[in-house]
């Protein structure tokens, strides 16, 4: 009876998966949204931010003018005997310019606690939030003007990497439509409050 249960379950739970996804493809091309090839960068960025995994599906579009691609990605991590698979998302905003990596993430307890070195700027309450990675102190400072980290500490959920003329931004479990919009709001803001004078000294053109 419980084998039969947890088989029952078992199908009820991929039927109602396959459903979903079926209704985001539908959504996907009601928005011009298709179907593309895997982004070996996307993947990379994927691997650097979680662990090696695999694509699932990547998306290409437009949103709001800009050029956008969304990759649904999967990787395992093992704990003892046990063996866990995660699902996670990258989205990728194109961007005027090509800019130097910075990647700026959720500063963990143990980086606090440890006093972990870090590039400070100056707002205490930013530098405690958030963890900058960066090779040019003074470009990780102009990018980070005293707006976006303001803007930053309402948003402190979005963690982010410029990576050549792209924004990245990724999230766990698999994309929905609603979220990725809500997203990527959030990165146009980003990047509109992004100072003019980094655009124009850091930026290369995009060809």
């Not at 999967?74 to 698979?85: A, K």
């Not at 990728?92 to 606690?113: D, G, I, K, Y």
Request: charged share 15%.
């Amino acid at each position: 009876m419980l084998f039969a249960l947890i088989i029952g379950g078992g199908i009820w739970w991929s039927v109602r998966r396959q459903k979903a996804l079926q209704l985001r493809n539908r959504e996907a091309a009601q928005l011009g949204w298709q179907v593309v090839p895997p982004s070996p960068m996307l993947m990379e960025i994927a691997a650097s931010v979680f662990f090696r995994g695999r694509p699932v599906v990547m998306y290409a579009g437009q949103y709001r003018g800009h050029g956008i691609h969304i990759l649904d990605y999967t990787y395992t991590t093992t704990s003892g005997d046990s063996t866990s698979t995660n699902e996670v998302h990258l989205v990728a905003l194109a961007l005027p310019v090509a800019l130097p990596p910075l990647e700026l993430t959720q500063r963990s307890r143990t980086s606090r606690f440890f006093g972990t070195h870090q590039l400070e700027l100056g707002n205490s309450a930013f530098n405690d939030a958030f963890r900058i990675n960066c090779g040019d102190n003074r470009y990780a400072a102009a990018v980070l003007d005293p707006r976006v980290m303001e803007w930053m500490l309402f948003n402190p959920a979005l963690e982010w990497q410029l990576s050549g003329s792209t924004l990245v931004s990724w999230g766990t479990g698999r994309f929905a439509i609603g979220d990725v919009q809500a997203r990527l709001d959030a990165m146009i803001r980003l990047v509109d409050l992004i100072p003019p004078s980094v655009l124009r000294e850091y930026g290369q053109p995009v060809y």
